[in-house]
């Protein structure tokens, strides 16, 4: 090793207020996308698994002679897993991961925000997820003749970007409260995952479901999103959707507004809970 | 601006841990430091020294804004580190032994831009300063890896580079050479000399002030004997001294420390010798084909009296060395037990 007197940055114009802001989001999701591209194991768990949980529901619905449109809602159902398996494990448990990798105390000490680097995570994870739900769809359609009929690809668009808000917004909220949990954050997200396939119905619309269930269902961003996106990209939709479109957009406008705002205010509460009692750094130190 | 980076009053923290499921109710107190105060002045290397679960750790999670004390307050960098911790997190970095921080997929390139995001600094400068002190610690040709494919002492030079690369007026490095060989080891302590002596800050006026600060927490004698300019030995969380490494020793001077290799010990233990009215302190270790004993005596001719007994308990002297203090007798001397004695004690408390 050489000593050199150059150590010191000479003018260091470290950026402050919004642009740090903007700079952690995007490091903090460059290794969500990179990481993508390096490890290829997404492909079985992520796409080939689902896939295999479409085809099941599919054969079942054509066994029974259900509707023809059935089968694209398992499509969708079927892409919209990936998000909520990203939300569950890559969202909810990550500040628990992080923490006891040692990474948590490294984000907390940095000037940076907390919410940036939560926010990076999402969009990190939604550009990958993105990418997995897109190749769900295109496969399932093309193996099951899956057609569509897109009423508004306005409304299509804004109904997707207000479910992805929502749901990564929630995902933030529980990832501050999973701060504090320890191996149990693991098993909580295990015993989410299933119950929630059921009342959101991906594979399913949720009409079928009773009123309340479904509506209590609504509080899972996805839930709503889904059945609006089916009701505007297949010709029977309207008739199997839960609520009207205009009203169920409403209500994720609510949900996107409730989710960020309690993951802010959760996240500045964990935070100092968290530094008063001592949990910011892994176990082992 | 005070001239002081870091600065302690009575600071204590004690955690509460909590019983086991038949215990629910009982709640236990564990006293992790206990009126702390200290003063490290800009420029200084400082070095916190003491057994595991000592509190050093506890020490740099309170000064790095991580943990809140249960009563008294520190500042770093002349901000008060509860009240305003958003002006002490840009000016520190942090840098752990063995940690396993940043992402095993990223390359070592890529996981040291992440990080240096988050201080704000221009991508273009972070990549230049990157390669610059990649090459520093001889990890230029690593650059394109993937910290998941480094081996641990290399895994720990990125780490150390990650906190020189955001520019901190005050770094805290715990226990940064834990679990490395020697060479890397030897590597890691002059990149941290290097650092203090050769990095000013930007405005530097006065005493102290433009330069760096370093606190590093060790349980290595020889580490904090080389490297730091002051020391504090901590011991269950109380500082219990606090100067130059020389002026710790200077204390042992008048006292004649001897260094005894024997046969096996046959019953004798450090208490027999201590009941002594001259011996200071006494430590036994057991050795291949025998022991060692380290002896603190407040004369040499002391030492007939020690001999004494050895004889007495038909123990053999194998060699006898008569040594210049070490800060390992400092510790001896203050504590009353070598540092490994107490690690060994400490083990199920240790944090």
Redesign the interface.
């Known amino acids: ?16 207020g919004w ?2 802001f903007l ?2 989001i ?3 999701a ?2 969500r996308v ?2 993508q591209q ?2 290829k194991s997404w492909i079985f768990f992520d796409i080939f698994l689902p896939m295999l949980g479409v085809a099941a529901y599919v054969y079942v619905y054509r066994a029974i002679g259900a509707p023809e449109e059935y089968v694209g809602f398992v499509v969708m159902g079927g892409a919209m897993t990936s998000f909520w398996m990203n939300v569950l494990w890559s969202m909810s448990s990550q500040l628990y991961w992080e923490k006891e ?3 948590l ?8 925000s907390m919410m940036a ?1 939560l926010l990076g995570m999402a969009v990190g994870g939604l550009f990958a997820t993105t990418l997995r739900a897109a190749v769900i769809i295109v496969a399932g359609s093309l193996m099951f003749n899956v057609t569509y009929a897109v009423a508004s690809f306005t409304q299509l668009l804004l109904v997707f970007f207000l479910a992805m808000t929502a749901l990564y917004g929630m995902g933030m909220m529980s990832a501050s409260l999973f701060l504090l949990l320890s191996r149990e954050a693991w098993h909580i997200s295990n015993l989410a995952q299933e119950p929630i396939y059921l009342v959101s119905g991906f594979y399913f619309p949720i009409k079928s479901l009773n009123f309340w269930v479904a509506a209590a269902a609504s509080i899972i961003p996805l839930t709503l999103g889904l059945d609006a996106m089916r009701q505007l990209i297949f010709p029977s939709g309207a008739l199997l959707g839960f609520l009207s479109v205009k009203v169920e957009i409403a209500v994720l406008i609510v949900l996107c507004v409730l989710f960020l705002t309690a993951a802010k205010f959760l996240l500045d509460y964990m935070e100092k809970l968290a ?2 009692e ?1 949990r ?2 892994e176990s082992r ?1 | 601006m005070t001239h002081f980076a870091i600065e302690t009053k009575d600071l204590s923290r004690i955690y509460k841990i909590r019983g086991n499921k038949k215990e629910k109710q009982i709640r236990k107190e564990l006293v992790a430091l206990e009126n702390v105060n200290l003063t490290v002045e800009r420029g200084e290397l400082f070095g916190l020294l003491g057994p595991n679960g000592a509190g050093k750790t506890t020490l740099i999670k309170i000064l790095t804004t991580l943990l809140a004390p249960t009563s008294g307050w520190a500042r770093v960098a002349g901000y008060d580190v509860t009240q305003h911790p958003n002006l002490v997190r840009p000016r520190i970095n942090m840098v752990s032994g063995g940690e396993s921080s940043g992402y095993g997929l990223l390359t070592v390139r890529e996981n040291l831009w992440m990080f240096s995001q988050f201080y704000g600094m221009p991508s273009k400068e972070a990549n230049q300063r990157i390669v610059e002190l990649l090459k520093m610690v001889g990890l230029e040709d690593r650059i394109h890896t993937k910290s998941s494919d480094l081996s641990t002492g290399l895994r720990q030079k990125m780490n150390i580079v990650r906190g020189f690369l955001t520019d901190p007026e005050v770094l805290f490095l715990d226990e940064p050479t834990l679990g490395l060989d020697v060479g890397a080891a030897r590597d890691v302590r002059k990149l941290i000399r290097t650092w203090v002596d050769t990095s000013p800050l930007p405005s530097g006026e006065g005493k102290g002030e433009g330069r760096r600060t370093l606190l590093l927490t060790t349980h290595y004698m020889v580490e904090a004997e080389e490297l730091c300019d002051r020391v504090a030995i901590i011991n269950k969380g109380r500082v219990l001294a606090c100067d130059t490494p020389a002026n710790l020793k200077r204390n042992l001077q008048r006292d004649a420390i001897f260094e005894i290799e024997t046969s096996p010990l046959n019953g004798l233990t450090s208490q027999i010798l201590q009941d002594q009215p001259e011996v200071k302190k006494a430590a036994l270790t057991d050795i291949e084909g025998g022991a060692r004993l380290e002896l603190i005596l407040k004369e040499e001719a002391a030492l007939a009296s020690v001999i004494n007994i050895l004889t007495q308990k038909e123990i053999k002297v194998k060699r006898l060395t008569k040594r210049e203090p070490t800060l390992e007798d400092v510790f001896m001397d203050l504590v009353g037990q070598k540092m490994e004695e107490v690690e060994k004690e400490e083990a199920p408390h240790a944090g």
């Open positions: 090793m050489q000593a050199n007197p150059s150590l010191a940055l000479s003018a260091s114009q470290k950026v402050t642009r740090l700079k952690t995007v490091a903090r460059y290794p990179i990481g390096r490890e990798q040692g990474n105390a490294l984000y907390i000490i940095a000037p940076n680097v530094i008063r001592g910011l750094t130190r």
